[in-house]
């Protein structure tokens, strides 16, 4: 069975940090790009970054770039997003996808079930 089990939620204060992991399992991993997204309430799932396979390549939304960092260790199956200098328009659901390089979410075929961040102003 396919899955990919996102942790590291939560609450914080706005300027601190969480960091996100991803931990995919069920089939073999070689050559999918790893993305997260978030969905804000009354809002539409929106890209935060993605890494290609073997850390070649990232991509970042402007709203994110120079504050989180994505980061896959192969050896250990496990995607990480580390998110600094958060903000209260950080606050979402986060989910952790796997798929093809792009920004789309239709190009992902698999997606975890989502972690929450909440960000306290």
């Known amino acids: 069975q396919v899955r990919l089990i996102e942790s590291g939620g939560g609450l914080v204060q706005a300027g601190g940090s969480l960091r996100l992991s991803c931990i995919p399992s069920?089939?073999?991993?070689?050559?999918?790009?790893m993305g997260w997204f978030r969905q804000a309430p009354g809002k539409d799932r929106e890209f935060v970054a993605a890494i290609a396979w073997g850390g070649s390549e990232t991509s970042y939304d402007d709203s994110v770039k120079g504050r989180f960092t994505i980061s896959r260790d192969d050896a250990k199956n496990t995607v990480y997003l580390q998110m600094n200098n958060l903000k209260s328009e950080d606050t979402a659901i986060y989910y952790c996808?796997?798929?093809?390089?792009?920004?789309?979410?239709?190009?992902?075929?698999?997606w975890g079930q989502g972690t929450q961040v909440t960000v306290a102003s």
């Open positions: 069920g089939r073999d991993w070689t050559g999918y790009t």
């Open positions: 996808a796997a798929g093809s390089w792009s920004q789309r979410s239709n190009t992902y075929k698999y």
